[in-house]
């Protein structure tokens, strides 16, 4: 298993631009989240879901859209970049939806928007 | 969810154990106490949970008060590799598996 995949890695965008962060995981599973952490701060949840078809705010919603069309994939969207969004990206996924289910997060993807 | 207080930072011999220590005072009966861990720059890590026995795995011990208002997390045997931030959360069994996480504790283990 490849586990929670994350791309890209790294992007710069400009302010006004907007662009898709990609999360996919092959686990089968039903929960999957995206965080988003600035510098010296814990994650913050920006978006969540509890299966295909299935979509919530978390923390910090706005300014981000989320879908969730199949169980694998579960992508992040950016429709006008502001600078306030420069940080870094995490997508999560677990088992169920039981809250005693361990998390899985993938590798990050580093936004600096100018 | 309850909230947690951690130190901002600790220091730890390299093959020492390292306590890391997390209140929660305002715990409810429902909730779980979770540790999860940080390496530099990467996703965090699950490490272990709870609710009020005490807990082992390969990777850490976790130690609940009685009262459950605080709790331990131990590494038996701390390695330069543990290095981390490492964050204490509570979460009820209810709502969806969201994770709210606090700024955690800073372990640096020592040579």
């Known amino acids: 298993n490849a586990g929670v995949t994350q791309t890209p890695k790294f992007q710069v965008l400009k302010t006004g631009q907007s662009m898709t962060l990609q999360c996919a995981q092959d686990?089968?599973?039903?929960?999957m989240s995206w965080y988003r952490q600035d510098p010296g701060m814990g994650l913050r949840l920006i978006h969540y879901?509890?299966?295909?078809?299935?979509?919530d705010q978390g923390e910090v919603p706005n300014g981000y859209n989320v879908s969730r069309s199949t169980t694998e994939d579960f992508p992040l969207r950016l429709l006008s970049a502001a600078p306030s969004q420069t940080s870094v990206y995490f997508c999560?996924?677990?088992?169920?939806?039981?809250?005693?289910?361990?998390?899985?997060f993938g590798p990050g993807t580093r936004l600096t928007v100018l | 969810d309850a909230k947690t207080t951690q130190p901002t930072s600790m220091d730890c011999a390299e093959g020492r154990a390292a306590n890391l220590p997390c209140n929660h005072s305002?715990?409810?009966?429902?909730?779980?106490v979770y540790w999860y861990r940080q390496i530099h720059s990467q996703g965090p890590q699950y490490i272990i949970h709870?609710?009020?026995n005490n807990e082992t795995n390969e990777m850490a011990s976790l130690i609940i008060t009685e009262d459950r208002k605080s709790s331990t997390l131990i590494l038996p045997h701390a390695t330069l590799r543990d290095t981390a931030v490492y964050y204490c959360?509570?979460?009820?069994?209810?709502?969806?598996?969201?994770?709210?996480f606090g700024t955690g504790t800073r372990l640096t283990v020592i040579p």
């Open positions: 686990m089968n599973h039903e929960y």
């Open positions: 879901s509890v299966g295909a078809g299935i979509t």
């Open positions: 305002t715990i409810s009966g429902n909730e779980y």
């Open positions: 999560a996924s677990s088992y169920g939806l039981a809250s005693h289910n361990e998390q899985f």
């Open positions: 959360i509570v979460r009820s069994q209810t709502g969806a598996n969201n994770l709210f």
């Open positions: 709870g609710l009020k």
